[in-house]
C-alpha cells in the first residue's frame, strides 16, 4: 500500500504517525505545520477542511486523526479489538476522548504549557482542569478495573485516548495512579518514543 500522512508531529498528526509506527507501516510523511495548512491551497485539493492530519492510502483520502487510526488498526488487523463487541468499545473509547476531554484538555495544556508564557491565561487553565478532573476520574476507575482499555492488551483504544491526552501525565499524578501508570507505559512505547522525533 502506498500511505502518505500529512501533518507535523507538533499537531494531532502524531497521533496518525505513532499509530503507523506501531504498525510498521511505510509511509510518505509531508509535515505540513498547522499555522499555514488551512491556506495552502495545493493542501486543500486534497483535503478541502485544510486541517491536518490527513492520509491517503493508495489515492483514498482521510482526515480525522481518530477515524484514521481506526482505519489503519482495522486495515492492518493490528491493535484492532477481536469480536465485535470490543471493536465497539473501541470506537466507544474513541468517541468519548474526542468528546468527554478533548477540550477541556487542549485548554488546560495551551494554557499551561503550549502557547509561549506571555499568551497563557492561568484562570482559562484553571476552569479547564475543574472540567477535566470528572472525565479523568472514570478513565482512572477503568483503569483501576483492567490494564488496558479493552481486552488483554495495547489497542487503537488505548492509543487513541492516550494521543490525545498524553500531557495529562504531568496533572495532579498522585490522584490518579492507575491513569497515570497506564500514560506512563502507553507513552514509553517505542513506536510513540519514535513518533515524537519525527518532523
Ligand atoms: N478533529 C480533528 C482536528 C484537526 C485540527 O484541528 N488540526 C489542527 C492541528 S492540531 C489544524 O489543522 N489546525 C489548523 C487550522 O485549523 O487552520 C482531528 O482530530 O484530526
Redesign the pocket.
Known amino acids: 500500500m502506498s500511505l502518505t500522512i500529512f501533518?507535523t508531529s507538533r499537531?494531532?498528526?502524531l497521533?496518525v504517525l505513532w499509530m503507523a509506527s506501531e504498525l510498521g507501516l511505510a509511509f510518505e510523511h509531508h509535515p505540513l505545520d498547522?499555522?499555514d495548512?488551512?491556506q495552502n491551497a495545493q493542501y486543500r485539493l486534497i483535503n478541502p477542511?485544510?486541517?491536518?492530519?490527513?492520509i491517503s492510502d493508495d489515492g483514498f483520502v482521510l482526515?480525522?486523526?481518530?477515524?484514521?487510526n481506526l482505519y489503519l488498526a482495522q486495515k492492518a488487523g493490528m491493535l484492532w479489538p477481536e469480536g465485535m463487541k470490543d471493536q465497539a468499545l473501541a470506537s466507544q473509547w474513541t468517541l468519548w476522548v474526542?468528546t468527554a476531554i478533548e477540550s477541556a484538555y487542549t485548554q488546560w495544556a495551551s494554557h499551561t504549557y503550549w502557547l509561549p508564557e506571555a499568551a497563557r491565561d492561568a484562570s482559562l487553565a484553571a476552569s479547564a482542569a475543574a472540567e477535566m478532573r470528572d472525565p479523568l476520574d472514570h478513565l482512572e476507575s477503568a483503569l483501576a478495573r483492567s490494564e488496558w482499555l479493552v481486552g488483554a492488551a495495547f489497542s487503537v483504544a488505548d492509543l487513541n485516548v492516550a494521543s490525545v491526552i498524553s500531557t495529562v501525565r504531568r496533572f495532579e499524578r498522585e490522584k490518579r495512579p492507575h491513569l497515570m501508570n497506564w500514560l506512563d507505559r502507553c507513552c514509553a512505547r517505542p513506536a510513540f518514543q519514535h513518533a515524537v522525533k519525527l518532523p
Not at 477542511?49 to 490527513?54: C, D, K, L, M, V
Not at 482526515?63 to 484514521?68: T, V
Open positions: 501533518g499537531s494531532r498528526a497521533r498547522w499555522r495548512c488551512r477542511a485544510g486541517t491536518i492530519p490527513s482526515a480525522e486523526s481518530l477515524a484514521i474526542a
